[in-house]
C-alpha cells in the first residue's frame, strides 16, 4: 500500500499514517496492537505519540485498510486488509497467532449456515490451543 491508498480511502496523507502503514507492512505486520506499533516506531527514532497511534488505526480500520480483530481477553490488534478472507489460531500460552485458509472449513460452514436458513454474509473462525513451538516462551 501506498499514499495513494491512504488517499483514496479518503484520509489525507501524513508522515505519521505513512509510518504506522509501512510498518503493517513490514514483514512482521501482522497482528500488532497499537502498543506494539508505538514501541515499534518509537524505537526507531520516530516521534509520535501513543494517542497518535491509536487514532490513526482507528482511522485506518473505518477506512477498510485495517482490520481489528478481539482475540482473547479482549486485546485488540490490528492487520492489514488484504481482502483475502482467512482464520486464526492462537497460542494461548504465548500468544503467537497463525492465519491458515481451508477450504473445507469454509464448505462447511456455508452448508451448515445454508442447514440452518441462513445465507452466509462474514464470518470469523478463531481457534485457540497450545503451540508445540520449543521457543514458546510460556511452555
Do not use: W
Not at 480511502?9 to 499514517?17: D, E, F, I, N, Q
Not at 503493517?24 to 502498543?35: F, R, Y
Not at 494517542?51 to 492489514?80: K, P
Amino acid at each position: 500500500m501506498t499514499g495513494q491508498e491512504i488517499r483514496d480511502a479518503g484520509l489525507k496523507v501524513t508522515a505519521p499514517r505513512l509510518k504506522i502503514l509501512e510498518l503493517l507492512e513490514q514483514g512482521d505486520g501482522h497482528h500488532v496492537s497499537a502498543e506494539e506499533v508505538y514501541r515499534q516506531l518509537t524505537g526507531a527514532g520516530e516521534e509520535i505519540g501513543l494517542a497518535t497511534v491509536y487514532r490513526v488505526l482507528t482511522q485506518f480500520e473505518a477506512a477498510g485498510l485495517v482490520q481489528r480483530h478481539n482475540f482473547e481477553g479482549g486485546h485488540s490488534v490490528f492487520e492489514l486488509n488484504r481482502g483475502e478472507h482467512h482464520d486464526h489460531i492462537i497460542c494461548t500460552l504465548c500468544g503467537r497467532v497463525k492465519e491458515f485458509v481451508d477450504p473445507v472449513i469454509e464448505r462447511r460452514q456455508q452448508e451448515i449456515a445454508r442447514d440452518l436458513g441462513f445465507e452466509l454474509a462474514d464470518h470469523s473462525l478463531t481457534i485457540y490451543g497450545r503451540c508445540k513451538d520449543p521457543d514458546c516462551p510460556n511452555r
